[in-house]
């Protein structure tokens, strides 16, 4: 069963104006992480944003917020004032198991490919 | 911060060679590291993770013996695909996290490009 589900495979957005790249999970562990990660087309991964499971608060990082409904498991990326170079792929990612220990991994969403619109 | 070097970035060889992909925590130590592989358009795969000192714990369906993980120091992980066939063609790319650091955010290499011919 998918564990991170990212409904939309492309997204279009106007140049200044603000998307939301969706995000579901499904997980029965209690503590987990909730991470965004931006890949462009050299292929690195560039981490954006994390969300703890414990955190009361969403997670905000400049443009970019995250919209974390702990009862709908969702936790969608908001990119305000959307520039050119957000044009990339967005994964969404869950670490799951025990941090402490290092015994942890952390699994990807699909993938929404974002193109800013000039 | 906290920076992965991989080593090659991309690298092409011939059916039934092996090929060592080289994955280097440069300013931190990292008992665990784990391996993703990642297919044109679509999402990164984890295949395993990389524990100092032991044996890797790969994902179901990953052959640990087509894909020998060795992590013999707190900053070096090696993934060596074995026999390589086409079908073993992908972006490979590995990750770390600093022990202690922000809620195990992963740090990634750029990446190695396999192409088998």
């Known amino acids: 069963a998918q564990k991170i589900t990212q409904t939309q495979p492309g997204m279009f957005v106007q140049e200044k104006e603000a998307v939301t790249l969706d995000c579901t999970y499904d997980?029965?562990?209690?503590?987990?992480?909730l991470f965004w990660y931006k890949q462009p087309s050299s292929g690195e991964m560039i981490f954006l944003i994390y969300?703890?499971?414990?955190?009361?608060q969403n997670a905000t990082e400049g443009r970019y917020s995250l919209n974390f409904q702990k009862a709908r498991k969702s936790a969608n990326l908001v990119i305000s004032a959307s520039q050119l170079g957000d044009s990339a792929m967005y994964f969404c990612?869950?670490?799951?198991?025990?941090?402490?220990?290092?015994?942890?991994?952390?699994?990807f969403g699909a993938g929404t490919r974002l193109f800013v619109k000039a | 911060g906290a920076v992965v070097s991989q080593h090659p970035s991309w690298v092409i060889c011939k059916s039934g060679t092996s090929v060592k992909i080289e994955c280097r925590s440069l300013?931190?130590?990292?008992?665990?590291m784990f391996w993703y592989r990642q297919f044109p358009k679509q999402s990164l795969m984890l295949m395993a993770t990389?524990?100092?000192?032991?044996?890797?714990?790969?994902e179901q369906g990953v052959e640990k013996d087509k894909f020998l993980i060795n992590h013999a120091s707190l900053t070096l992980s090696t993934l060596t695909v074995t026999s390589a066939h086409p079908e073993d063609s992908s972006f490979y790319i590995c990750s770390a996290s600093p022990r202690g650091g922000r809620a195990n955010v992963l740090t990634f290499g750029a990446g190695s490009r396999l192409t088998v011919l």
């Open positions: 969300q703890g499971s414990y955190d009361q």
């Open positions: 990389s524990n100092e000192g032991s044996k890797a714990t790969y």
């Open positions: 990612a869950m670490r799951e198991g025990e941090v402490n220990t290092g015994g942890f991994k952390t699994i």
């Open positions: 300013d931190f130590q990292a008992t665990t």
């Open positions: 997980t029965s562990d209690p503590s987990y992480g």
